[in-house]
């Protein structure tokens, strides 16, 4: 006897199967030859390659036949496919040049369904995230059919190594929810783009290039990151009166935020430093700038570049002689998160502040870095730990205080 479950009406099994992630909703295909229907009427759509092809595979041959698989399947697929409108359509392939109408076939097929939330994902896992000279062109672009209707019911949209021209779009007047990854822009380009989106309110731009400036003006953006992009020498100015969420990681430069007061959350990460150059000011300006956030966390490159006290005023003195207790101390400031920790002066001065001074702090997680001695012969690793327990021995002024290290 059928479970209730199946026993329900087939539009609701269908409504069901789709809020599942594509790989678990195709492994409800081996309950029943009804439930196998089922599935192949799911409106979450998602070919990735990554579930044929085997990253750690070193014989060229062998991926191609992978692949070769892959395509097969999103072929029959699609051929087999009924439904008239689809909600979510994900494509991921590192190769599309050489299936170059398979690739065609499979975006108007989910353009001509209608499709709410698109995801065209070009990008190869082995391509570096963190060098600054290493950036690949896209491999592959919109096909020219898919303009005319391609902005229509979109509410969400990613492409990550895929060009586009910008002067086809049409307005995007649902759009939500924007990320572009590893492809040429210019300003000009973002700029008309985002005149094209006019209620957006998440933008998303991960090792972009070509963008010397960066002008963001959305009225209703709420959440922006810019992830790893290269040469931005002339900053970022953001006009958003309405963000809540502000990430940045890359080199140091200058930000300006038109108004600060919505902001609720700020990460900061200059990991692709390499050096510590005269940007004291300038990070200056980035820790004020975002001080009235309820979350903030920075790398540690501010804290071991720089003395912290001398960016945060403008005379100098040591750490160790900072007895003010700032009011978000006894007040808000409840969980402090440290990532690629190594015990240096400043680094251990301002947690030892934190747990001296930080009356309703309740938790601390302090990652210790993994860098290794570049001879081998010395295991940073154990050093930086034994440096993160001895914070555990300090008084502490909160008694709800709890410390991680790992």
Not at 120 to 149: C, N, Q, R, T
Not at 267 to 278: H, K, M, S, T
Not at 311 to 340: A, I, Q, W
Request: charge should be positive.
């Amino acid at each position: 006897m059928e479970d209730i479950i199946s026993s329900m009406p087939k539009d609701i099994l269908v409504i069901i199967v789709s809020l599942l992630p594509f790989k678990q909703a195709a492994q409800t295909s081996v309950l029943s030859r009804r439930w196998r229907s089922i599935w192949l009427a799911t409106r979450n759509i998602e070919f990735d390659e990554r579930h044929f092809v085997k990253q750690d595979e070193e014989s060229t041959e062998t991926k191609e036949n992978q692949r070769s698989d892959f395509i097969r399947f999103a072929r029959q697929w699609i051929g087999s496919y009924k439904e008239l409108v689809i909600h979510k359509f994900r494509l991921a392939f590192s190769n599309p040049a050489n299936h170059a109408l398979d690739m065609h076939h499979c975006i108007g097929f989910a353009v001509a369904r209608r499709v709410k939330v698109l995801d065209l994902d070009f990008f190869v896992p082995s391509w570096s995230e963190m060098s600054l000279e290493d950036h690949h062109g896209a491999l592959f672009g919109l096909p020219l059919s898919v303009y005319k209707d391609f902005a229509e019911n979109l509410e969400s949209l990613k492409l990550f190594s895929c060009n586009f021209l910008v002067a086809k779009f049409k307005s995007f007047r649902a759009l939500k929810n924007l990320s572009l990854g590893w492809v040429n822009l210019t300003t000009s380009v973002v700029t008309a783009l985002l005149t094209k989106c006019p209620v957006l309110e998440s933008l998303s731009l991960k090792r972009c290039w070509g963008l010397d400036y960066l002008d963001i003006s959305a009225p209703s953006l709420t959440s922006l990151v810019v992830d790893k992009c290269l040469y931005l020498e002339r900053g970022i100015r953001v006009d958003a009166r309405t963000l809540r969420f502000l990430k940045y990681s890359g080199t140091v430069i200058s930000l300006r935020i038109e108004d600060l007061r919505s902001i609720v959350e700020a990460v900061l990460d200059f990991g692709l430093e390499f050096e510590f150059r005269d940007r004291g000011k300038i990070l200056r300006d980035f820790l004020v700038g975002v001080g009235s956030c309820r979350v903030l966390t920075i790398c540690s490159y501010i804290l071991q570049g720089y003395n912290i006290d001398s960016l945060l005023h403008n005379h100098d003195f040591m750490m160790s002689e900072l007895n003010d207790v700032y009011p978000c101390m006894t007040t808000t400031l409840k969980v402090v998160e440290v990532k690629g920790f190594k015990g240096g002066i400043d680094e251990s001065l301002l947690l030892k502040y934190f747990i001296r001074y930080g009356t309703v702090l309740e938790k601390m997680a302090i990652t210790v870095s993994k860098e290794e001695d570049p001879a081998g012969g010395f295991r940073l690793g154990l050093n930086y730990r034994q440096k993160a327990m001895q914070l555990l021995l300090l008084p502490r002024a909160s008694r709800r205080l709890a410390t991680v290290i790992s």
